[in-house]
């Protein structure tokens, strides 16, 4: 019965979270944040799933996701001087106020909902059902089929942005596994998705 209830849990999750991915770009900026941010929140108290937040397990994140994070934004900035990316960056239009995108749209509504909801929740109930190496494919399955609506909001390929979305929530999900807190992949993907926001703005000026 245990496991019955373990694996409705994680596949109900995964489920409800790409089925949102549909919904929450309909919704208006200031409440998609809020809205992500709460669920992300909730969905950990729900699972009762281990953030790793306090220390020793913090300083291994912390470590971890800085060497992650610095790796991920020297290749953004150097793909910059490639003029296909640079052309591609400059036909996109960014967020109205730049300064709520970087600082609350991206670390809140993006960076710590996903996290929170993936990687941490999901991510346990589905090593809870799966076991480690399937509770994380189960997570990064769910986190690449998440961004269809935005690929094609976008314009970008579908089945490219699931792949590549994919192989980032299975990295992501690595690196929580080994340092034991979930500040190692947050801080990566904040600096991918920072990196990414800041090379559009300075690419399109």
Request: hydrophobic share 55%; proline share 6%; net charge positive.
């Amino acid at each position: 019965m245990r496991r019955l209830n373990a694996l409705s849990l994680a596949v109900s999750m995964a489920t409800a979270l790409v089925g949102w991915s549909f919904v929450s770009p309909r919704l208006p900026a200031v409440a998609r944040v809020t809205l992500q941010a709460v669920v992300g929140a909730l969905l950990i108290a729900v699972t009762r799933a281990p953030l790793g937040l306090r220390p020793p397990r913090l300083w291994a994140g912390v470590r971890l996701g800085s060497v992650a994070g610095s790796v991920a934004t020297t290749a953004i900035a150097a793909s910059t001087a490639v003029p296909a990316v640079r052309a591609g960056m400059a036909v996109r239009e960014p967020p109205a106020s730049a300064p709520a995108w970087l600082l609350l749209r991206i670390p809140l509504g993006t960076v710590w909902a996903e996290e929170a909801a993936f990687r941490s929740a999901l991510g346990a109930a589905g090593a809870a059902a799966f076991g480690t190496r399937g509770g994380r494919l189960l997570q990064a399955s769910a986190f690449g089929l998440s961004h269809i609506a935005d690929a094609r909001a976008a314009g970008d390929p579908v089945v490219g942005t699931v792949l590549v979305t994919g192989v980032a929530g299975w990295v992501f999900g690595w690196l929580a596994e080994r340092s034991g807190s979930l500040a190692a992949p947050m801080l990566a993907h904040l600096a991918i998705n920072e990196a990414g926001a800041v090379a559009a703005l300075t690419v399109r000026r």
